[in-house]
Structure formats: C-alpha cells, structure tokens
C-alpha cells in the first residue's frame, strides 16, 4: 500500500507566491525524500530530511518533518514558472532488510502561473 | 560523474507483441536498480529492484519480467504485451549497503499499447 499520501492534489498559484504541500504517512520512517517531476521526465531528488531532524532548508526549498504527526511539508518560497511540475514525498522505512525500499506517494501537481 | 541511460524513449507496439526496455548506469558499481510504471496522472508503481546481477525481486504478479546481466545493466522484458501495459517506464538506481536510499531517475521510456 502506498506510505506516503501527498495533499493538495493539485495546485495553481501565482508567480511570486509560496507554494506548501504536505505529505502524510503511516509507518516510522529513517527519512523522507521529495522528488520534482516535469512532464515527460524523470524524477529528480530535491532534498532528504531525516527522522531526526525537524527542518531543512535548500535554496527556496524549506521541508519540515513531524514524526509525532507522520507528516512532512514542502514549502517553495517566491515560486517561478520553471516549478511548475509534480511533487513527490517518498518515504524510507526505519526497518532494514531486502524487502525495505522507498514507497512513493502519488503525487502533487503544481502550476505557477505568470 | 554517475549517468543512467534509458532507451528508447518512446514505443509503440500492438498488443501480443514482444517488448524490451535497456537501462543502463555509468560511473558506479554494485548499484541497486529499479523498475517503475507510472499510468497517466499516477503515482509510481515499483515493478522490480536488483541488488545484484541476476539478483531481481518482483513486486506485483504482472505480464513483464525483469534481467540483470551486467552489473550496469538492468532489462523490461515481456513475451506479449497487453493494453494495460501502456505507461510511462522509469528505471532509477541507488547506492548500495547504505542506510540512505536516495534514487536517480533515467529519463523513461513513454510506452504506448495499441
């Protein structure tokens, strides 16, 4: 089953905005990734937050995790145009072991509009 | 530098027809590999992972079948393709025997059915 559940579904702002997405999962995790993906494209690793940590910041990127809440949010801070694509939360579980792999949500789709 | 290759970019095969997928990754060795499908406004759908030549776990009972020869090398086969076949193919790798799972994604393969 699917660990990590992305919210909104969709999103569409205004170029110069902040976007949030949010991310919500079930089982203890070692860390949480999120990965960008523009149409037709693969996936690309934007940044990883560990079970230890609370908040990591990577240029306008800004996530933050709360393993009391198993949530994580993806703050995009004075969006452009170019982020318009589809976000992912992946989740790593905190069991090891040869069936222990990253689960991905389904994903967010984000539009900046000009 | 690391590079994964995925080819071809596109496919069009009628249904029965045979199929195979090439990826490939440069630059680093013994690495984990990944086959996902992603159907239209979906999340990812993780149908194999290797950790190893001739080493393939397969997630879902599916039509595809998976191939690790070389170590660089991972093969999506299928003896006769179905329309519910038809999706987007992401090949991903990660490093092997660390508590890190960041993945790298191929460009994919659109794969259409008809």
């Known amino acids: 089953s699917q660990q990590g559940e992305e919210d909104p579904q969709a999103l569409s702002i205004q170029e110069g905005e902040n976007a949030t997405m949010n991310c919500s999962y079930k089982t203890s995790i070692n860390n949480l990734q999120w990965y960008r993906q523009n149409s037709g494209r693969g996936l690309v690793h934007l940044i990883l937050i560990r079970s230890n940590e609370r908040e990591k910041h990577s240029g306008r990127l800004r996530v933050t995790l709360d393993t009391s809440k198993k949530s994580s949010s993806l703050l995009i801070t004075a969006s452009r145009a170019a982020d318009t694509a589809s976000y992912f939360c992946?989740?790593?579980?905190?069991?090891?072991?040869?069936?222990?792999?990253?689960?991905f949500g389904k994903g967010i789709t984000l539009s900046v509009r000009p | 530098s690391q590079t994964i290759h995925q080819w071809p970019a596109t496919l069009v095969q009628p249904v029965g027809s045979p199929l195979s997928l090439e990826c490939t990754v440069e630059g680093t060795s013994n690495p984990n590999l990944y086959w996902y499908r992603q159907a239209a406004g979906r999340g990812l759908q993780l149908l194999f992972y290797s950790v190893g030549i001739g080493q393939i776990s397969s997630e879902v009972p599916q039509n595809l079948s998976a191939s690790r020869p070389q170590d660089w090398q991972f093969i999506l086969s299928s003896k006769k393709l179905l329309l519910s076949d038809s999706g987007f193919y992401l090949c991903a790798w990660s490093v092997a025997g660390t508590r890190i799972r960041k993945q790298y994604f191929g460009p994919g393969t659109r794969l259409t059915v008809t």
């Open positions: 992946a989740t790593d579980p905190s069991v090891t072991g040869a069936n222990s792999k990253l689960t």
